[in-house]
């Protein structure tokens, strides 16, 4: 298995385009924010690109270069690497931290679309 950042078809977004990319887009969107230096975010980034390939496009997944972005990383209160956020009609729905299975992914994002489908999004 080839873990190069270089072969991701995951998005990168960054603090200019947060807002476009996650906030007001329409349907739920997973956040990847890691270091793509770090061998434990080259692993799940290799999950979230076979999850991506294997979705149905409900869910959009994109990435953040936390080392690029310290703005954007204090602003959604990520401390750790990796974080992914579920975000829903612009609110982080689920959370996980660390490292996480395709399974605990795969959940969080039912429940995220479980949410999508809801009228409001807890916060």
């Known amino acids: 298995m080839n873990l190069s950042s270089s072969t991701s078809s995951l998005r990168e977004v960054d603090e200019d385009s947060f807002e476009a990319e996650v906030l007001r887009c329409p349907q739920p969107v997973l956040v990847f924010f890691q270091n793509p230096e770090k061998r434990y975010c080259q692993i799940l980034q290799?999950?979230?690109d076979e999850i991506a390939a294997d979705?149905?496009?409900e869910v959009k997944i994109v990435k953040v270069n936390t080392g690029n972005n310290l703005i954007l990383c204090a602003w959604q209160e990520v401390e750790f690497i990796p974080t992914l956020l579920y975000f829903v009609n612009g609110a982080v729905c689920e959370r996980?931290?660390?490292?996480a299975e395709k399974?605990?992914?795969l959940a969080k994002l039912n429940s995220a679309l479980h949410h999508h489908r809801q009228p409001c999004c807890p916060k």
């Open 46 to 48: 290799a999950t979230l």
């Open 96 to 99: 996980l931290v660390g490292m």
């Open 103 to 105: 399974t605990a992914i």
């Open 55 to 57: 979705g149905t496009g």
